[in-house]
């Protein structure tokens, strides 16, 4: 049997574990992946491999006593075997008060993330697409150091209540940090597809070739609060710990931003610029996902903030009983609303300002507030009377992106880019803020 | 291979903490299976040489192979509920080869000869696909064969034995007393992970190793609804190299500290602890917020751990000096040309770091790596100077040793050794000094205990540390707890800035439990010793901001 199973294969092997069954209720998920990664630092191959999984998910329950087991041979003996294990683990498990019995059969609508070319990728074109991009580095006196990684994957559930979910899906992401050989420059790209097709690494390498160049010869610049225009690969580290923290528990419970005095939260209020509009859509043509949650629950386009306002928190099936709302689970992906101005637009309409290509380690510092800390990485630029002047010393800042989206100046066009944080993809525009709060230098390259 | 899975710690009070998720390698088991034996030396040997006689008829001038049972049992509960138990058993063969000076590896779950031999044969044909690019050979410094031989964590009682239903008792225990002196909500959590790994190479080593790590820890929130506010207390507990023992609160291992404050040196005594964080956790909700400015900072074990973690353990890993973490983690300020100088002064005279393999109840102490190099202790920074760094086999030569460090190590059969941090920890002073007399002589200064909010750059010059518990020090004494605390600091000027370090008794390990380095990422776990520490004069800055 494929590691890759279609609709069709994987519905009859779930059928099949079912028939196995004698809990009350059953719902088995089921995985299978191939993962191919090459890495290269110093100008040459470092290590690559290929991740092959597959595995097989029984949940069994009696009453509120759940228990889960694993697996990840298919015969049959393996698969009565591990039905029967979770069986006895839920017999043996205390009651979970929270568990809320398996879904009714959902209608979902249809995925659209998988692609061949990313599914038929080989060592060799791994090779290919690094080699390209080792030819930029090599013949500059530049040290490259990069990380290709392709995802062919599938995900399928089913339960004893007639529900059944199916979504495959390919990923492609692209890194590479290019370093002058003296070590004075360094620059940076990240980019990620669903289509190998979509992927051109020597134009993305040359991006971070051309950041590292023009990062060198960095001049001091006094910390403080300047205008910042943040690339997406820098905004979106920011952005994805409001996104991070849209559960409504949490905000009902008193513990979160989303909270609010008096015991309430802050749904319905507007907390940031009224142009910031962030949706998720499993259908969206740049960054489909999977048209189902964890747990079957269908997924629909939804707005979570419109035009600056509060308009969804996510709900489990269990918080939503106990609230009497409609529950809604967390988004497969996050999409913001970008404007129309071009990053050489902002760029030229900056009078004074700092440009961010890229920003590192960033850590929680006060989740009352969402205050976060990190640094510039591979490239800062300083801007004067519109123009590019000259590379600037890395900066460490403090400050909360409900804060940094409330000094809103302007918005680019959204495009697709991956978190260098939590590997994940959204679609982020560039954007222009006011009094961003630099906190001190740092002098590494 | 086997299912790497993520347990998301979102919203289980972790998250901030420690990065996104929790990794789980295996699949999910009954815990009788845990306890269940591995396979024994003998049968192991068998296997191994399976691998070894493979590679080399294929073509391979050297091999290892790592033959790993990997287990883990991670309980989670909040208030009264168990949340979820994870029981997890990961099992399977990595080979690692070198052909035609290149390293070429693969991992297989099938333990059978014939797919022990076929992935011993992939590991060669990856390698002689990879020496085509390759422009320098691999150059491996000499290790002689240590034979048959046996490790063990020295553990009194084994983790896994103990019934599931005493450790769920105790972490309910845990929250109950942490919602009756205060809390309004309450996460606990216990992790235990036993790597069974047989390492054999064609150096002549058979080497067999029963590791045992532990970790118990929570957080308290308090909360104050009125006014919207809400604080966190987490667990000073530390992650250790040790049995369930490290559970049994020994009154002999606690430290009493300022304040009333108590550390736990090799014992911890989780309740003690937690009422403690509840109490504590409501007294931030009206703690002063700090004036921002600079302060003498005197530092508890259980926080500076994670400061030496940052700006003395990642910096000094060889790897990232040479360039291969450039990608990800990054690279090193403290360059080769730098220790090349012998004057490099990285701190002050005082500053004394050693890395180490060998401390009985660290996470780091195993008898050998996982490349067979046989654990020892080596200095890092000496009297203040970059003397050395962390080395694996294939890179000790480019510092002139002629025997590896010991620091290669994989979290998982199925993925590939590479350089991973030792113990990395700061020597205690060698003149009589409690923490108290050490208070005693701080005008303006701030106590800090626990690990909080971390960030520092991809060279390891500029960082920012927070913490759990903050106490205003004013002439010589704690004056009040205060809260909003942040300490921002360039590594050189911070470790110069060390003035005085309490003594023995004081001594204590902080733990990474899940340390992330590499791509794929891959996990580990270490060890930071230091006794309480006084820095002079370091820029503190006040985190509190208005929304709305």
Redesign the interface.
């Known amino acids: 049997m494929s590691v890759i199973l279609t609709e069709a294969e994987a519905k009859a092997l779930l059928q099949k574990v079912l028939k196995y069954s004698k809990a009350d209720e059953c719902e088995v998920n089921l995985?299978g992946e191939l993962?191919g990664?090459l890495?290269y630092?110093?100008n040459?191959?470092?290590?690559?491999?290929l991740?092959?999984?597959?595995?097989l998910?029984v949940q069994s329950s009696f009453g509120k006593k759940v228990g889960?087991?694993?697996?990840?041979e298919f015969d049959d003996a393996s698969i009565e075997k591990v039905v029967r294990?979770s069986e006895?683990?839920a017999k043996l498990?205390?009651e979970?008060?929270?568990y809320m019995g398996v879904l009714e059969p959902q209608t979902y609508l249809k995925g659209s993330g998988y692609f061949e070319s990313t599914a038929k990728m080989t060592?060799e074109s791994r090779?290919d697409a690094v080699a390209k991009s080792l030819g930029l580095s090599k013949g500059q006196n530049l040290?490259a150091?990069?990380?290709l990684?392709n995802r062919n994957g599938y995900t399928a559930m089913i339960n004893s209540k007639g529900l059944f979910a199916y979504y495959a899906n390919t990923n492609v992401n692209f890194?590479?940090?290019v370093?002058t050989d003296d070590?004075t420059g360094s620059g940076y790209v990240i980019k990620g597809y669903n289509d190998f097709n979509k992927l051109d690494t020597a134009k993305a390498s040359s991006i971070a070739v051309q950041k590292s160049l023009g990062s060198k010869g960095a001049k001091a610049l006094e910390p403080g609060k300047y205008t910042v225009i943040l690339e997406p690969t820098a905004a979106v580290v920011l952005l994805e710990n409001i996104y991070?923290d849209m559960?409504a528990?949490?905000a009902d419970?008193?513990?979160t931003?989303f909270?609010?005095?008096?015991?309430k939260t802050k749904l319905g209020e507007k907390?940031v610029d009224e142009r910031v509009t962030f949706y998720s859509d499993p259908q969206h043509p740049d960054l489909p996902a999977s048209p189902w949650s964890g747990d079957g629950q269908a997924q629909g386009k939804t707005k979570w903030i419109e035009k600056g306002v509060v308009k969804n928190l996510s709900y489990s099936r269990y918080w939503a009983a106990q609230k009497g709302v409609k529950p809604l689970p967390g988004p497969n992906n996050m999409i913001m609303e970008g404007g129309t101005a071009t990053l050489e637009e902002m760029i030229k309409s900056t009078k004074r300002g700092i440009l961010v290509t890229k920003l590192?380690?960033?850590?929680?510092?006060?989740?009352?507030?969402l205050?976060l800390?990190?640094?510039t990485?591979d490239g800062t630029f300083y801007i004067e009377d519109g123009k590019i002047k000259h590379p600037i010393k890395?900066f460490?800042f403090?400050e909360?992106p409900?804060?940094m989206l409330n000094n809103l100046e302007t918005l680019g066009v959204s495009e697709r880019v991956v978190s260098t944080e939590?590997d994940q993809s959204y679609m982020v525009p560039p954007m222009k803020i006011r009094e961003f709060t630099f906190?001190?230098?740092?002098?590494?390259? | 291979?086997?299912?790497?899975?993520f347990i998301q710690l979102?919203?289980m009070g972790l998250?901030?903490m420690m990065g996104?998720s929790i990794p789980v390698l295996g699949?999910?088991?009954?815990v009788e299976r845990l306890l269940e034996p591995a396979a024994d030396a003998a049968q192991k040997k068998k296997m191994a040489d399976v691998a070894l006689n493979a590679a080399r008829s294929k073509g391979a001038t050297y091999t290892d192979v790592r033959i790993g049972r990997y287990l883990q049992q991670f309980l989670f509960t909040r208030e009264k509920?168990?949340q979820n138990?994870v029981n997890a058993e990961s099992y399977g063969v990595g080979i690692r080869v070198i052909v035609n000076g290149t390293?070429g590896?693969a991992a297989t779950?099938d333990v059978s000869t014939a797919g022990i031999a076929k992935c011993a044969e992939t590991a060669v044909a990856?390698a002689k696909?990879?020496s085509k690019?390759?422009?320098?050979p691999v150059v491996l410094a000499p290790q002689k064969g240590v034979g048959e031989v046996v490790w063990n964590t020295p553990i009194k009682k084994n983790a896994f034995e103990i019934p599931v239903q005493d450790k769920?008792d105790l972490l309910l225990k845990v929250n109950s007393e942490a919602l009756k002196n205060g809390a309004?909500?309450v996460t606990s959590n216990m992790f235990f992970v036993n790597e069974q790994k047989y390492f054999a190479s064609t150096d002549g080593s058979y080497i067999d190793q029963d590791v045992h790590r532990i970790w118990p820890t929570f957080t308290v929130?308090a909360?104050d609804?009125?006014?919207?506010?809400?604080k966190?207390r987490d667990a000073i507990s530390s992650p250790m190299g040790m049995g369930y023992e490290y559970l049994d609160g020994l009154a002999s291992e606690k430290i009493a500290g300022p304040n009333g404050l108590v550390g736990y040196r090799n014992s911890y005594d989780m309740v003690e602890d937690v009422i403690f964080a509840a109490k504590q956790a409501k007294e931030k909700l009206t703690a002063k917020s700090v004036q921002a400015g600079k302060y003498d900072l005197v530092l508890d074990p259980n926080h500076l751990g994670l400061t030496i973690h940052e700006s003395v353990g990642h910096p000094t890993e060889l790897d990232r000096v040479?360039?291969?973490?450039?990608?990800?983690a990054?690279?090193s300020?403290a360059?080769l040309d730098k220790w090349k100088t012998k004057a490099f002064n990285y701190g002050s005279k005082e500053v004394n770091i050693v890395a180490d393999k060998t401390q009985p109840h660290t996470l780091g102490a195993v008898g050998y790596d996982d490349e067979g190099v046989p654990c020892k202790q080596w200095d890092i920074i000496k009297d203040g100077i970059l003397v050395n760094y962390q080395a694996t086999r294939d890179q000790v030569n480019i510092l002139g040793e002629t025997a590896s460090h010991g620091c290669c190590y994989a979290d998982n059969w199925?993925s590939?050794q590479?350089q991973r941090m030792p113990n990395i920890s700061l020597l205690p002073g060698k003149e009589k000094l409690s923490v108290q007399d050490m208070i005693k002589g701080v005008e303006k200064g701030i106590y800090i205990v626990g690990r909080g909010?971390?960030?520092?750059?991809?060279?390891?010059?500029?960082f920012?540390f927070?913490g759990q518990l903050f106490y205003e020090i004013k002439n010589g004494q704690i004056s009040e707890m205060i809260d909003?605390v942040?300490y921002?600091s360039?590594t050189q000027e911070f470790w110069n800035s060390c003035a005085q370090i309490c003594d023995k008794d004081d001594y204590r390990t902080f733990g990474s439990f899940f340390d992330g380095k590499g791509?794929?990422s891959q996990v580990s776990a270490v060890s930071h010793g230091s006794s309480t520490t006084r820095f002079n004069g370091v820029?503190v800055?006040n985190?509190?901001?208005?929304?709305?």
């Open positions: 995985l993962r990664n890495r630092a110093r040459e191959v470092s290590t690559s491999g991740l092959i999984n597959q595995n998910s889960v087991a694993t697996i990840d294990r006895e683990l498990a205390p979970n008060p929270e060592p090779a040290q150091a990069g990380f990684e890194s590479l940090t370093r070590g991070f559960d528990r949490g419970e008193g513990r931003f909270s609010k005095p008096g015991g907390i590192w380690y960033i850590r929680p510092v006060d989740p009352q507030t205050l800390t990190g640094l990485r890395n460490r403090n909360s409900i804060i939590s906190s001190s230098l740092s002098d590494a390259v | 291979m086997k299912r790497r899975d979102s919203g998250g901030a996104a699949n999910s088991v009954s509920n168990v138990i390293w590896f779950s990856i696909a990879n690019i390759q422009t320098e769920i309004g909500f929130t909360i609804k009125a006014a919207g506010k809400f966190t040479l360039g291969y973490e450039a990608n990800y990054g690279t300020f360059t199925n590939v590479f909010s971390y960030s520092i750059d991809q060279q390891r010059y500029n920012q927070g909003d942040a921002q360039n791509q794929p820029n800055i985190t509190g901001r208005k929304i709305g």
